[in-house]
């Protein structure tokens, strides 16, 4: 099909709906970017700032701001919260480094920056992107020094992999609040985010990375920790822990991915009532499926690794403080964009897109980078697009809402820079200036974000 458009009804237009959602959002990048406030609260001042400009009694702001803020929470804070422990078990039991040592050990030094690609991808499925780069961060300096390669060729490759995924695949909390404001297809959303993902890693990794090497020389420092003191376990310990083996921790890794895809590809290929259908859908539901993953992790990260049940416990325990405040973000991302649905400026958006004659897609992308831009969260730019966007889909059948949601999630990459927690996070690890951290860091989010919108579009041809 040609690109997507837009093909809505019109809306009766208001003087005050533009400011109000103008304000809002100008009200929540400044008490994030100037006043330093948490996103959660700057979320939440938003959309009652909104409503009052728009001319919404407070009380209905306020009602709409719970529903939006509640159906969010029930939609994702599970799934968040189950993603988190997953990605602790794999962590916590040694899967993670046994697919990069595998992945890695098994590669030549000019194929070491694919290699590196492809261990970010794979730790950054079901681990957050900084969960993902603490963990790697030490493969990478090892990498790098043992192969005599720049610190840049080795780990631009493997942050593109934990960004691609982070922006375009669920189960992280960006695609899955875009996926459940616009009521996009779980499944089919994933399905088409790995496509979209394997492109843009390739290019805005190891093809980037030979030119960011050039711009940023940088090796990595000669002081190395060894994991096993950096986890605070003696050497004793390490020895003792039997790490899951390389198949095991793909097989589980690959397991959720698999339900939810084996679901989509039911919905499709497959009558409504066909019993092969039927469990295929049960087994497939996002709930279900990372549910089933814990629960196999535990025996296979957990059991299989050596770990008794009160190490399971601890690491299931400790997984979910560090994602109290992401879950609060979402939600209080999901109020704001109930209340911009109860003012009707979603459906002047839509009249004005229909008549513009843009892309869907591309909107929803430019939409996503300016938010970026100015608040430095890829979260918020997400969350905060989604709302403005929804009422965009009632003409879009469930590929086009999940090509929707996947040039949101490209659009939240776009150039982090100084504002965004994540560009200070990757300056201190790799020891690198301000200049050369926007030439290797910078730049690499850039054509991640410009990548994915590029096959979204693609793939919007055929879809």
Not at 141 to 146: E, I, M, S, T, Y
Not at 159 to 173: F, N, Q, R, W
Not at 433 to 442: A, L, N, P, R, Y
Request: proline share 5%.
């Amino acid at each position: 099909m040609h690109p997507i458009l837009l093909a809505a009804a019109p809306a009766a237009s208001s003087g005050r709906l533009v400011p109000a959602a103008l304000a809002g959002i100008a009200l929540i990048v400044v008490l994030i970017t100037y006043f330093k406030v948490h996103p959660f609260l700057s979320l939440t001042l938003g959309a009652l700032l909104v409503g009052g400009i728009a001319g919404l009694p407070m009380s209905d702001a306020i009602d709409a701001f719970g529903k939006g803020f509640g159906d969010t929470a029930a939609g994702v804070g599970a799934l968040i919260a189950l993603g988190a422990m997953f990605g602790k078990l794999l962590a916590d039991s040694g899967g993670a480094d046994q697919i990069v040592d595998t992945i890695v050990g098994r590669s030549r030094r000019a194929f070491l920056p694919w290699a590196m690609a492809l261990v970010g991808a794979l730790i950054g499925l079901p681990m957050f992107f900084e969960i993902g780069l603490v963990l790697l961060m030490p493969v990478i300096f090892l990498v790098a020094r043992r192969s005599g390669l720049s610190l840049i060729a080795v780990g631009i490759p493997a942050l593109a992999g934990l960004s691609a995924m982070h922006g375009l695949v669920p189960p992280h909390p960006g695609p899955l609040v875009a996926i459940d404001a616009l009521k996009a297809d779980l499944g089919l959303t994933l399905g088409f985010g790995v496509l979209v993902a394997i492109p843009t890693i390739a290019l805005s990794g190891p093809v980037f990375a030979r030119y960011a090497a050039r711009w940023v020389d940088v090796m990595p420092p000669h002081l190395y920790i060894d994991r096993a003191e950096e986890e605070g376990k003696s050497a004793e310990d390490e020895i003792l822990r039997h790490r899951p083996s390389f198949p095991i921790t793909l097989a589980t890794v690959l397991l959720p991915v698999v339900l939810m895809l084996g679901k989509a590809i039911a919905d499709i290929t497959l009558d409504e009532g066909d019993g092969v259908r039927t469990v295929l859908d049960n087994l497939g539901t996002p709930l279900i499926a990372l549910l089933i993953a814990v629960v196999v992790g535990m025996f296979t990260f957990g059991l299989g690794a050596g770990m008794n049940r009160r190490s399971i416990s601890a690491s299931l325990t400790e997984s979910l403080p560090p994602i109290a405040g992401v879950l609060l973000i979402v939600a209080a991302g999901g109020g704001f964009k109930q209340t911009l649905i109860a003012t009707g400026i979603g459906e002047l958006v839509a009249d004005w897109v229909k008549d513009s004659g843009f892309s869907v897609l591309f909107l929803a992308w430019l939409v996503a980078v300016l938010i970026r831009l100015a608040t430095g969260s890829a979260t918020v730019a997400t969350v905060t697009a989604a709302g403005i966007l929804a009422p965009l889909t009632g003409s879009l059948d469930s590929g086009e809402t999940s090509l929707l949601v996947l040039a949101i999630g490209a659009g939240s990459l776009f150039f982090s820079h100084v504002n965004d927690a994540g560009f200070w996070l990757v300056k201190e690890y790799f020891g690198l200036g301000v200049g050369q951290t926007v030439k290797s860091w910078s730049l690499m989010e850039t054509v991640v974000s410009v990548c994915g919108l590029v096959f979204v579009l693609l793939l919007s041809i055929v879809v």
